[in-house]
């Protein structure tokens, strides 16, 4: 890899589906200045180009798409697990939510500024998610990067401002 990602260090974001990664991923890049891109967009990006679809109707049809949409992101996880990553940083991403297994995180690592675990209760692991918090802490240990977690109640109304200050409050005085 060449270019602005070779300099830089990103966030990564991590939680299972659900737990409001994206949501947390763009509070730390607006708290940091920065830039959010989280693995689902690119995933979405990309398909719409080879479908030669406009990516609105890809996030539209989502939700009947899952399994292909899966399917298409998982097709870099062997030959490079952390391409999502450095592709993001290409685009002049500060903060990658979306990280789905251990191959991946370990691989993005080389580029971790700090990992962000977004909690939520009853938000448990579904069948895309292969990453748990433990796996996370592990890895963020492995790398020798700091590794927080963010405690997110809900994202309706008052509850996002309280999510808006817990994350200022962890990661506010860190950036």
């Known amino acids: 890899m060449s270019g602005k990602a070779d300099n ?3 966030d990564l974001v991590l939680g299972y589906t659900g737990s409001g990664k994206s949501t947390v991923g ?11 891109i989280d693995t689902s967009t690119m995933i979405i990006r990309d398909y ?8 609105w109707w890809v996030r539209w049809t989502k939700r009947w798409r ?5 399917e298409w992101g998982q097709r870099w996880k062997t030959a490079e ?3 999502w990553v ?14 789905r297994t251990i191959i991946e995180l370990d691989a993005a690592c080389q580029y971790a500024r700090r ?17 748990t918090w433990e796996d996370a802490f592990k890895a963020s240990r492995r790398a020798g990067v700091p590794f927080y977690t963010i405690h997110n109640g809900s ?14 409050r962890r990661l506010g005085d860190k950036a």
């Open 48 to 55: 719409a180009e080879w479908m030669g679809g406009p990516e």
């Open 155 to 168: 994202v309706f109304g008052r509850w996002r401002k309280r999510l808006r200050a817990e994350v200022s």
């Open 86 to 99: 450095e592709d993001a940083m290409m685009d002049g991403a500060t903060v990658v939510p979306g990280i």
């Open 115 to 131: 990992i962000v675990w977004v909690d939520r209760p009853g938000v448990d692991c579904g069948k895309t998610d292969g990453v």
């Open 26 to 36: 763009r509070m730390i890049a607006k708290l940091d200045g920065g830039k959010c």
């Open 8 to 10: 830089c260090k990103v």
């Open 66 to 70: 899952r399994a292909a949409l899966l």
């Open 81 to 83: 697990p952390a391409a």
